[in-house]
């Protein structure tokens, strides 16, 4: 099954994307037929929107707002509602975790080398589940491993792709059922944020490289 880059392809077409984000679409706008129609799609709509009137200076603080939101700590604001029903937990608390994100003095190392985990407290319904939100920088790779227990993934920023060369991308999720087993990489651009929630343990096929 292909993936697409939905996504991402706005703010592509606006320009706005860092540029390790642009090559990687760009790369898949090679491959994929699809996506290439919908850049075209969008590219168009940009032309035509800049064609309607003249260009106007906007207001003080408008263009700093705007990237913060993009790129700040409420860039990842889309994301709450889905957030607060992965994890049980309203969306003013989810709102939250995603801010207190920011506070690199939250985080702790995580099972490998350039990965750090984010603990998170759930609600009810997720009561006994293992839950965090993992950060795994660019080309980082997850050991393969067995689940002894169901998991949930969802990602929130950047990207990964199973050995098998499955990708998940922002707004997607990844559930690994009672005994199936994978490794994963971080794709390039931003670092790869993914909230999980695991019941039981896992079990690792290959050698964990820790931290320090």
Same mark, same amino acid.
């Given at each position: 099954m292909t993936e697409h880059l939905d996504d991402i392809l706005a703010e592509w077409a606006l320009g706005t994307l860092d540029s390790s984000s642009r090559e990687v679409l760009e790369r898949h706008l090679a491959a994929c037929e699809r996506c290439r129609v919908e850049a075209d799609r969008l590219s168009l709509v940009r032309e035509g929107l800049l064609a309607l009137e003249s260009p106007? !200076? *906007?207001p003080a603080g408008v263009l700093?707002?705007?990237?913060a939101q993009m790129e700040g700590p409420r860039r990842l604001e889309r994301f709450a509602q889905k957030l607060a029903a992965f994890f049980d =937990?309203? &969306?003013e608390r989810a709102?939250?975790?995603l801010e207190l994100m920011e506070d690199a003095s939250l985080w702790m190392? /995580? *099972?490998v080398e350039g990965s750090e985990l984010f603990p998170v407290e759930t609600g009810p319904a997720r009561e006994g589940m293992m839950a965090a939100v993992l950060r795994l920088? *660019?080309? =980082? &790779?997850?050991p393969r491993h067995t689940h002894l227990g169901r998991e949930w993934n969802l990602v929130l920023e950047g990207g990964l792709r199973e050995d098998g060369g499955h990708e998940v991308w922002p707004g997607e999720t990844l559930d690994k059922l009672e005994g199936s087993a994978h490794g994963f990489t971080a794709l390039q651009g931003p670092a790869c944020l993914c909230a999980s929630l695991l !019941? /039981?343990?896992t079990e690792f096929e290959e050698e964990l490289a820790i931290p320090g």
């Open positions: 106007v !200076e *906007p700093a707002a705007l990237m =937990v309203t &969306r709102s939250a975790l190392p /995580g *099972p920088h *660019p080309g =980082v &790779r997850y !019941e /039981g343990a």
